[in-house]
Structures are given as C-alpha cells and as structure tokens.
C-alpha cells in the first residue's frame, strides 16, 4: 500500500473548483497529526513547484499565485490533507503531488491530474 494516495483530479473548466485529497493509510496517528504536509505541481514541460503546505498546528503557505484560491486543510482522524481550490485558471493544469518529509527524506504520492480547460 502506497504511503500517500492522492485524489480528486479531473478536467475542469476555466472559473470551476476542484478539491483533492491526499490520505496517508499507512501513517500512525501519533506520526500523522504533527507533520508537516506539502502540495506540489508539475505542469506540462515545468519544474515540479511548491503550491501550499500545513504543519501540525494547522499554519498554511501558499504560493503566490494560488493565495485567494487554493485552501489547504487537514483532517487528523482521516488521516487526510485536502487542497480546495476556485476560481482555476489554465495555468493550474498540471500534476498535483502530496508531499511530507521523513527525517531527510521526501515522501511522494502518485499524483493526481487537473486539467483546467479555457
């Protein structure tokens, strides 16, 4: 079983919202609950990006051009972080990742696709 499985992607147009899901199945919730989560992005032919991230206490960070739009939230007893997101635009099309770090080492889901049509 995969260590973060990532959901929620789909095709969605220009001004829709999306919300994905990143759950951790195999994470302890003494392990869970204090970590810090990230969600990344890669678009077509792009580096990989930092879009939003929550640690333990609930403090967020957003990239730039997701601050407004993009929500990220958790919730401990399903072992689940979530990235709402309105008002998407084509250039949040990509790849979205599920990331947290284990003790130098990163951590990544599969991905989940959003393709954001004009």
């Known amino acids: 079983q995969a260590r973060l499985v990532e959901s929620g992607g789909g095709l969605v147009q220009g001004g829709g919202s999306l919300r994905l899901s990143c759950k951790a199945p195999r994470m302890i919730t003494s392990v869970f609950n204090p970590m810090t989560f990230n969600w990344y992005r890669q678009a077509p032919g792009k580096q990989r990006e930092s879009v939003a991230s929550?640690?333990?206490?609930?403090?967020?960070n957003y990239a730039d051009d997701v601050k407004g739009r993009f929500t990220i939230s958790r919730d401990n007893s399903r072992k689940t972080v979530y990235l709402q997101m309105n008002s998407l635009k084509s250039g949040d099309t990509g790849v979205y990742y599920c990331?947290?770090?284990?003790?130098?080492?990163?951590?990544w889901g599969q991905g989940t696709e959003v393709t954001v049509s004009s």
């Open positions: 929550i640690t333990g206490g609930r403090v967020t």
């Open positions: 990331n947290y770090n284990d003790y130098g080492t990163d951590v």
